[in-house]
């Protein structure tokens, strides 16, 4: 009998749950972001009184993971608005048909360079670039001139510094891999293919993710041995933002950014197809092209604002300064050939 | 009489039923309309398809990669659990229990964290490496271990050494010494005696807990990508891969099913040995298999053999909650600071004591879940093995793969899964804090099953037979005959479930929202954004979980019935 009573209870617990999906308060917003996403909670609140709303954000993985559900759940999407898919996953975003076009007005102050996508399915938040930080304390003991250029990387001189991320799990390290790609090409004396041979040959060291490569294997972490990583461009003024005090007066690393070599990575947001609250989806995404969260984005994500005129931390401008020549690669052709790229590389380096 | 015998048997269909049909709708639902996606283009290549996304993946490699692995991961667990099951059943001696929770704890842990307590070991500028440097003077000195074979089997052993300790141990702490003692006393040297008495009768709960070791070593990822290095490929890894980075959802879908198919297979080839190597025996109270440690050579053995290598486990627990009091090689307390003062204005803060308690609540919410369908899914399987009809037999054969199919699912491919089929008609469960302990329930039945099963193989049917001649109602019978046999294994199981819970970490990613945070997920949170203090504050937030774990247990060990000492 106590039995019968149990699983009764059971199945009214389940019937229950999938019969009351979340009980709601009035009107609510749902955002996806990728996990790295972050803001000042007061920038948030102030759009929530504003609209009248409750902004629910959830965290789905990394860039490429984030995508993938929200193509997933294209049927019955997981939320309104998709923040974080950025210019190595446009085309899929893109080619999956999951996003609607809106036309923001705030697009006109918007930098016209970073507007990849004439549909307006996705709208330039922010951009960032993948770059080598190198280890300023273990040059200046060793005596030894910071290289300059991804040629550079291949010398003698230079064997067993590098560490790299695996670029089939790791989006800087995927970015990387382009910006190598971008600056040797396919055809010439030295390709992209010849290049990784030869850092292959000079020792690059491999691992999988960012957070190894960077607090594992990276020397001026104070663990690692290698005074090269692939990094951010804005890495060396984060890490003078939350030096301890006493701050120092140049933060402990810095960039090498050769002409052509360092890949900017733009992310964009999108009003997901299905979306339950359109209108408030499209002010949400006005209001993250706007002056007041464009300028929160610096301290908060580590890269640059969209928006034209929007001003920068000193730090920013001091420490990490827009490279004069990014590498640049069409999306469509990343879209293209990603995998391929991915495939014979893992060939080249790991095989 | 027939009447009553009707019912019971609507009854115990029902009862049965629950769990499958829970099954069905958390696992066989999403498990079929993620594989359908991808399982269309791939049928349309037909076989030549199939061949070529074979070699496309790498196939060959990726299968011999997995087994061998999981197979030489199994090999060690044994080599560490074998004796310290057997100096904890066998011997009474001081914080004995302090040293079986504490042995426990690894299982708790999320990938994440054991990979981090690993590089924190191990790993470059590591404490192994500090020592290397000290003793060598070398300051170049290389003390690295990661990024190898070695690395993830040792990290494999640290997780399941629990597995072998718990399911062998309590089968043996049950075991009646005198069977062994009579072989001696008949002539029957140390070795003979263990060999062919001991070890056959430990057989089915070694070959349980083997058959949990190697599930979960094939499936496993996280330990595999983080301490195995780029070179090394599984079939969970490239799952991984494919899925999310290459977002080949055909080539997933062939590797899902392919590992599916290979865990299923294993299994059932287990299930054989396992019914043909069941013997019925009258296990017996601790009090009588346990005693303490009387002569120095055996006070020797007991340090060796159980002591020794228990607090070789805890180095990396211990490297853990180092690393959380460590910046550049520094002693710092930024890192706790940090933690409990907030990042106050980020948007994704939780404080970690509310991700404390939501953990606490949902492990207790799916232990709960979990020994409420591995109970009677345990009975159905055991009663339909120990009946003679044949329809009985393949019954219970079939309940019990079923049961162990969540071990050889693709976490990812699950949580992909969830994703298609929960947020829309006909179950839209999206955000509802119902499935969180659901999805964690669903990875501890095995567990659950896995522990009861051997204890309830072994209740002697004359025992039963006899409280029924004497007259005790079938309910009397299970209360007075079974749970004292069962006591043991059950706290076990409720032990496991309750750990699988508070470490489960993929599933909970997916379903969860702000407020339902748990201490994976916020660890897991910190770990993928910038910064010493993040990497700090999540090995501050393994402490954490470690400690609610510890506690956890610990509060299991005291609800237990007078009695029912867990060997």
């Known amino acids: 009998m106590r039995s019968k009573l149990l699983l009764t209870v059971l199945c009214g617990a389940f019937a229950a749950a999938a019969a009351f999906p979340v009980s709601s308060a009035p009107r609510i917003l749902r955002v996806l972001t990728h996990s790295s996403f972050a803001a000042t909670q007061s920038v948030i609140a102030a759009f929530e009184t504003a609209n009248d709303v409750k902004v629910q954000f959830s965290a789905g993985g990394d860039a490429g993971e984030t995508l993938n559900k929200a193509i997933l759940s294209k049927n019955n999407p997981l939320a309104d608005v998709l923040y974080g898919v950025d210019n190595t996953f446009l085309g899929r975003a893109l080619s999956a048909d999951i996003l609607q076009p809106y036309d923001s007005p705030a697009l006109a102050s918007v930098l016209p360079e970073l507007q990849a996508d004439p549909s307006h399915r996705l709208l330039p938040v922010d951009f960032g670039y993948i770059a080598l930080n190198y280890d300023r304390a273990w040059f200046a003991s060793h005596g030894l001139a910071v290289p300059q250029t991804l040629e550079d990387l291949t010398r003698p001189l230079y064997r067993g510094l590098l560490v790299v991320e695996n670029p089939a799990t790791s989006s800087p390290g995927l970015a990387f891999l382009l910006a190598t790609i971008a600056r040797f090409g396919e055809k010439g004396a030295r390709t992209w293919r010849s290049y990784w041979t030869d850092l292959r040959q000079n020792d690059a060291l491999v691992v999988n993710g960012w957070d190894d490569a960077y607090y594992n294997q990276f020397s001026a972490e104070g663990k690692g041995k290698r005074p090269i990583v692939v990094s951010y461009a804005t890495s060396p003024a984060y890490e003078l933002y939350n030096a301890p005090a006493p701050k120092p007066a140049v933060p402990p690393t810095g960039n090498i950014l050769p002409e052509g070599s360092s890949f900017r990575q733009i992310e964009f947001v999108g009003i997901l197809k299905g979306a339950k609250e359109p209108d408030l989806a499209r002010r949400f995404v006005d209001f993250m092209l706007s002056e007041a969260f464009q300028s929160d984005i610096p301290l908060q994500m580590w890269v640059y604002p969209s928006r034209k005129g929007v001003a920068v931390p000193d730090i920013f401008r001091t420490f990490a300064p827009v490279p004069a020549a990014p590498a640049s690669i069409d999306p469509a052709a990343i879209e293209a050939n990603r995998d391929t790229w991915i495939k014979d590389w893992t060939k080249i380096v790991l095989g | ?567």
């Open chain 2, 1 to 567: 009489m027939t009447r009553f015998s009707a019912r019971a048997g609507a009854a115990g269909i029902a009862f049965g039923a629950a769990p499958v049909i829970f099954l069905c709708i958390f696992l066989v639902y999403p498990m079929s309309r993620i594989l359908a996606l991808g399982a269309g283009p791939l049928l349309e290549g037909g076989a030549a398809g199939l061949r070529e996304v074979a070699a496309d993946t790498g196939l060959p490699r990726l299968l011999a990669a997995s087994a061998g692995q999981a197979v030489l991961s199994t090999v060690l667990t044994l080599v560490f659990g074998l004796p310290i099951a057997w100096i904890f059943s066998r011997f009474r001696f001081p914080g004995k229990s302090v040293l079986k929770t504490l042995l426990l704890i690894p299982f708790v842990l999320p990938t994440v964290v054991v990979g981090s307590a690993f590089v924190e070991l191990i790993g470059t500028g590591g404490i192994l490496e500090k020592i290397i440097v000290l003793l060598s003077g070398n300051p170049d000195a290389n003390g690295n271990l990661t990024r190898s074979l070695g690395a993830v089997l040792l990290a494999h052993a640290f997780y399941n050494t629990a597995i072998v300790v718990r399911i062998v141990g309590s089968a043996w702490s049950g075991l009646d010494p005198r069977l062994e003692q009579a072989a001696r006393v008949l002539g029957a040297g140390r070795a003979r005696a263990f060999s062919r008495v001991t070890l056959p009768l430990l057989l089915p709960s070694i070959a349980a807990s083997c058959i949990l070791v190697f599930a979960f070593c094939f499936s496993s990822f996280g330990i595999v990508l983080m301490l195995g290095g780029p070179r090394m490929g599984t079939l969970e890894t490239e799952i991984y891969k494919q899925s999310v980075y290459m977002f080949n959802l055909p080539a997933a879908a062939f590797l899902s099913l392919v590992q599916l198919l290979l865990t299923v297979l294993v299994m059932f080839g287990y299930s054989r040995i396992q019914s043909r190597t069941s013997v019925v025996q009258n296990l017996k109270p601790v009090s009588a298999t346990q005693r303490t440690p009387s002569t120095p050579g055996e006070w020797t053995l007991v340090i060796l053999c159980g002591l020794a290598p228990t607090a070789g486990f805890m180095l990396p627990l211990a490297a853990l909650v180092f690393g959380s009091f460590q910046s550049r090689s520094a002693l710092t307390f930024a890192w706790w600071q940090a933690l409990f003062a907030g990042a106050g204005h980020s948007l994704y803060w939780i404080s970690p004591l509310r991700a404390a308690v939501n953990s606490l609540f949902f492990a207790v919410e799916a232990s709960a879940i979990s020994l409420l369908l591995g109970v009677p899914a345990a009975y159905l399987i055991a009663k339909g093995q120990a009946s003679r009809q044949a329809i009985g037999g393949i019954g219970a054969a079939a309940l019990d793969l079923i049961f162990l199919v969540p071990l050889g699912t693709s976490a990812v491919t699950l949580g992909f899964g969830f994703i298609v089929s929960m947020s829309g008609p006909p179950l839209d469960l999206q955000g509802s804090a119902a499935l969180i302990p659901v999805a964690h329930s669903l990875v501890a039945l095995p567990l659950v099953i896995r522990g009861l099963l051997p204890a309830l193989r072994s209740i002697n049917p004359r025992m039963r037979d006899a409280a029924a001649v004497l007259g005790a109602a079938p309910a009397a019978i299970r209360l007075h005959v079974d749970l004292p046999v069962l006591r043991r294994s059950f706290l076990a199981a409720a032990a496991f479930a309750f750990t699988v819970s508070l470490g489960e970490f993929g599933a909970t990613a997916i379903l969860t929202r702000p407020e339902l945070v748990t201490l994976p997920v916020l660890i897991f949170d910190s770990l993928s954004r910038p910064g010493l203090t993040n990497q700090g504050q999540a090995l501050a937030l393994g402490s954490i979980l470690m400690a609610a774990c510890g506690a956890g247990l610990a509060l299991i060990e005291q609800v237990r019935p007078r009695g029912a000492e867990v060997f």
